[in-house]
């Protein structure tokens, strides 16, 4: 079993409006692929580094320069590709996209427009435990990124940065299968986990290493189940384009900001037009950058330069068996192997480190323990503190032993938790730690027997009392918690606590 079942979510529909009216929505997301060369050059891609330093001639267009592919990123490319499940073309091609932009030296980008690597794929979107979609990936193709403009480091002039040219990018295009701006955000959240997972992006989204351009239309229901009955997109609405978000907030605002948008046109009597919008998160409103009319024409045509990519099943079969497990299947997993709510599973898949992590802990052990003290103690912890579990104080082995102990009944959970507060402020071993600082639970009958009998002796009154309403008991039970350190074994100390009442 690799995929849990799940249903799918209705459509949202948006409310405030006259008619009923469903939103429809596809995503080109860009992702920068995890390389140390960029597509056609050996210069890094390192982010961060003095401008302009990772250039080479070919980044910056000097005249006679020629590019050659790097295979690393055409391996990635195909690695994504069969993580998404999706087709891998044996044959692709370069194209050139014509257009002038002071961050383009080219005066063109190499992309694929025709033939892209990648077919059609698909991804799961989880909305809630047993709740997904289904969307569909139309296609990956492979390009190069621009540079950047520098607007904002001179009142008077701007400065251009080419260490980002040439970078490359995926372009993972979305059908238009996303029905909501919550689904859009977890879109985005189950590609970039994806993509995590296989090693191809960092889905760094700050850093700009994913970015997605979100496609928006509205259309009364109905008209999307005719779509996908017919493939013809003559059922839905006319959409718009925003550009370039990268952040998961922005873009469900965005989404939102925009079919209200377009409802209050459509229901005015007016049509659509056909645009590029951009979004503004200090108005919290879309506002329209180009529209169909003025687009480019990017005259593409292959590009001369480049032969086209042909690649051998036998590659592609290599790369597939080295496929790591992906989330869906670890998610399975691990309600399947540990009992785990899909919740929690989906907690601890969520990122590849963190499923290591509590693999680390949970081998050899009970795994519904291992979660709870992943989940409550040890996430908690890293969030409040603003740590990963890369750079966690408490080891997965540190973590296991403390869980050891509690099992063993050397020590109790609650004593478990102030022992996880000293691994993490000091370090070391668990049972060393536990065995040098007196720690270990208190079984031992006669003195348990001891602490009861001094703390009845000094409470006769309470002693009376408790023989008349036994839910007293619980009274002494804490008081000889509290004498003994926490310590005594508190399952022992109620027995004894009762037997002495009677
Ligand atoms: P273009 O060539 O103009 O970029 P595409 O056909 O490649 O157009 O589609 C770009 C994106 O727009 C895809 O992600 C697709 O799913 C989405 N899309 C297409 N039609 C619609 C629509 N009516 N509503 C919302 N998104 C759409
Ligand atoms: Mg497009």
């Known amino acids: 079993m690799s995929e849990l079942a799940y249903t799918e979510p209705k459509a949202k529909v948006i ?51 020629l590019p050659v592919i790097n295979e690393f990123c055409v391996e990635q490319a195909v690695r994504t590709g069969l993580g998404l499940k999706a087709e891998i073309n044996l044959f692709s091609r370069f194209d050139r996209k014509n257009y002038f932009y002071p961050d383009l030296p080219q005066g063109y980008q190499i992309s694929q427009l025709y033939h892209p690597i990648v077919g059609e794929g698909e991804i799961l979107v989880d909305m809630a435990p047993g709740v997904a979609r289904k969307v569909r990936v139309e296609r990956i193709h492979m390009e190069q990124d621009a540079g950047k ?3 904002d480091m001179d009142p008077e002039m701007s400065f251009v940065d080419l260490n980002r040219t040439g970078v490359a990018l995926m372009e993972i295009v979305s059908r238009p299968d996303i029905r909501g701006p919550g689904e859009a955000a977890e879109y985005v959240r189950k590609l970039r986990q994806i993509l995590r997972y296989l090693g191809t992006c960092d889905g760094n989204m700050q850093e700009g290493s994913m970015r997605a351009d979100v496609n928006v239309s509205v259309c009364q229901p109905g008209a999307y189940e005719r779509y996908r009955e017919s493939g013809d997109f003559k059922h839905l609405g006319t959409r718009c384009e925003i550009k370039n978000m990268n952040s998961m907030r922005f873009i469900q605002q965005a989404i939102d900001f ?9 229901e005015d009597g007016g049509s659509i037009d056909q645009e590029t919008r951009l979004y503004d998160p200090v108005k919290g409103e879309t506002r329209s950058m180009r529209s169909k009319e003025e687009a480019h024409d990017y005259r593409y045509f292959p590009c001369p330069d480049l032969l086209p990519l042909e690649i051998e099943q036998a590659w592609v079969d290599e790369i597939k068996a080295t496929l790591p497990e992906l989330p869906d299947a670890k998610k399975a997993r691990f309600v399947n192997d540990f009992g785990m709510t899909e919740y929690d599973a989906g907690v601890l898949t969520a990122d590849v480190a963190n499923a290591a992590y509590f693999e680390a802990v949970a081998k050899g052990r009970d795994g519904k323990q291992a979660a709870n003290w992943v989940i409550n103690e040890l996430f908690g912890r890293l969030n409040k503190e603003g740590h990963s579990v890369e750079t966690s104080p408490v080891s997965a082995a540190q973590l296991g032993g403390i869980i050891d102990l509690i099992a063993k009944g050397d020590i109790s959970g609650k004593i478990g938790k102030e022992l996880f507060e000293i691994v993490w402020n000091e370090g070391g071993d668990p049972a060393e730690i536990v065995t040098a600082r007196g720690m270990k639970q208190v079984t031992d009958t006669g003195a348990i027997a001891a602490a009861v009998d001094e703390v009845m002796a000094a409470n006769p009154d309470k002693v009376a009392a408790a023989k008349e309403k036994p839910g007293m008991a619980g009274w002494f039970v804490g008081q000889v918690m509290k004498a003994t350190g926490g310590k005594a074994n508190p399952k022992v100390v109620n027995e004894m606590v009762r037997e002495k009442l009677q």
């Open 149 to 151: 403009s520098v607007h």
């Open 258 to 266: 925009e079919a209200r948008r377009q409802i209050a046109i459509l």
């Open 15 to 65: 409310a405030g409006a006259k008619a009923d009216w469903e939103l429809v929505i596809g995503l080109e997301v860009h992702a920068q692929i995890a390389s140390n060369a960029k597509l056609f050059s050996g210069a890094s891609t390192r982010f961060g580094n003095a401008p302009n330093t990772n250039v080479a001639f070919v980044d910056a267009a000097m005249p006679g320069m």
